[in-house]
Every structure is written in structure tokens, then in C-alpha cells.
């Protein structure tokens, strides 16, 4: 073979030699990019500090819902009925001249019961039971208990206990929702004081509101005469609680 030849051939295999190198550097490049792209859209892991936060304010009920009316027995359905309803027109008629308007007054049961005798085994019928009440919603305060026995006077005989609760209240949940926040931050601040790190901004946070109604004992209908009912509103408590995840 001539030195020509020979130098041709040389120049062939080295010529090979790198394109073989090149292709193979660009494919083990590609695969160290794909390694890479997938470790970076690995998110990163999120640490946070949770708490509860408490708040409540306390304020004096201006509304009042009594439940009220008539339950009558007697051996025939039909004088049940007409005894009941004319009791019950007597006993509205006495709330309205109270001051209180229709849309304050809704019915919410009515009812007709079989009273039965099953002492010999027969189950024999003896008579019916006719009731029907009503929520009242009384907005005056102060004339709860003038109200009510006024309404025994004109023949409820029937009362249930009273709730008292505050219309209006945005404002008051505000204020408490405000305190269950703060009571919020402050338990965070400590706990990353004592973790030893930055507290961040909140990253999420829940809320639960309450107000309890206020309940009074039924009314003894056998005491009515004896003078107005007294009645004490005591105070409604609207408590706030929130849940906050701060990061750090």
C-alpha cells in the first residue's frame, strides 16, 4: 500500500472515530438534561406552623322567639278542632294587640292525635288531641313577659321556652374575628420563637362562627294571673374561632 493510501485510510478511521464520540457525547448530554429538568419541577416541600386562634365578644339580645298556643283534648275530633281553632284566634288576637305584626307570627306545628286505651288490650279509642303553636318573634325586649301572659290570659296553655338572640350582628363578628386572629398570630409568633425560625405570611385559613341561643324555662300555665312573667336576657356570646397555617 502507497504512503498515500495509507494516509487516506488513517484520515477515514479517525474521521469515524470522532463522529462516533460526537454522537454518543450528545446523547449522554440529553439524558443529563432530562435528569435535570425532572429534579427542578419537583416542588419544594412546604413548611408551615398551624394554629388555632379564639375570639368572642359578648352582647345584650334585643330579639325574642316564644313558642306558643293551644292543645286541646276532647272525645269528638270535631270539637277538638273547633275548640282549638277558636282558642287559637282568641290567643292571636291578644299578640296582635301586643304590637305584634303577622310576619312575626308563623305557625310551625299543627296537629291531630287519636288518644287510645290499651289497658284491656283493645287499643279502644277515647278521644283526640288537637295542637297548634306558634314561633313568635318579639323584637321589644323589655315586654317579653307581658306578652306571654297576656297570651295565657287569652287561652295558650301551651308555652314553650323563649330564645333570645342579637338581629344585628355583623359588626360584632367582626370584632371577635378580629381577637381570633390575633389570638392566632401570637401563638404562631411563639411557636416559631421557640422553633428558632422566621415566621412567613399565612398560607391558609379556615373560620367557625357561633352565637347559642339563650333559653328560658317554659311557662307554668297554671300560674298565670299571678303577675308578669319575669324574664332575664342575660347576654349572647358570638364567638369566632379560625385555623391558620403561617409558612416559615
Not at 23 to 51: E, K, S, W
Not at 87 to 114: F, H
Not at 173 to 182: I, K, P, S
Not at 217 to 228: H, K, L
Amino acid at each position: 500500500m502507497t504512503i498515500l493510501k495509507r494516509v487516506a485510510v488513517a484520515a477515514a478511521i479517525i474521521a469515524a472515530l470522532v463522529f462516533s464520540a460526537g454522537l454518543l457525547a450528545a446523547l449522554g448530554g440529553g439524558g443529563v438534561r432530562t435528569t435535570n429538568q425532572a429534579a427542578a419541577d419537583t416542588p419544594n416541600t412546604v413548611h408551615a406552623i398551624t394554629v388555632s386562634g379564639d375570639g368572642s365578644v359578648l352582647a345584650k339580645p334585643d330579639t325574642a322567639h316564644v313558642t306558643l298556643g293551644v292543645q286541646i283534648q276532647n272525645a269528638e275530633l270535631s270539637a277538638a278542632q273547633s275548640q282549638a281553632t277558636d282558642q287559637m284566634n282568641a290567643v292571636l288576637t291578644s299578640l296582635k294587640q301586643s304590637g305584634i305584626g303577622d310576619d312575626n307570627i308563623k305557625t310551625v306545628n299543627y296537629s291531630i292525635n287519636v288518644n287510645q286505651d290499651y289497658s284491656k288490650g283493645t287499643g279502644e279509642v277515647t278521644g283526640y288531641t288537637v295542637v297548634n303553636m306558634v314561633d313568635v318573634k318579639i323584637s321589644d325586649i323589655d315586654k317579653v313577659g307581658e306578652i306571654i301572659d297576656a297570651a295565657v290570659k287569652a287561652g295558650a296553655n301551651n308555652v314553650g321556652g323563649v330564645q333570645f338572640s342579637v338581629e344585628h350582628m355583623d359588626a360584632l363578628v367582626q370584632q371577635a374575628r378580629e381577637q381570633a386572629m390575633a389570638d392566632a398570630k401570637a401563638k404562631a409568633e411563639q411557636l416559631a420563637k421557640l422553633g428558632g425560625v422566621t415566621l412567613g405570611a399565612p398560607i391558609s385559613i379556615s373560620e367557625g362562627t357561633s352565637t347559642p341561643p339563650q333559653p328560658m324555662a317554659a311557662r307554668d300555665v297554671a300560674s298565670a294571673g299571678a303577675g308578669a312573667v319575669p324574664v332575664q336576657t342575660g347576654q349572647s356570646e358570638i364567638t369566632v374561632s379560625v385555623t391558620v397555617s403561617y409558612g416559615f
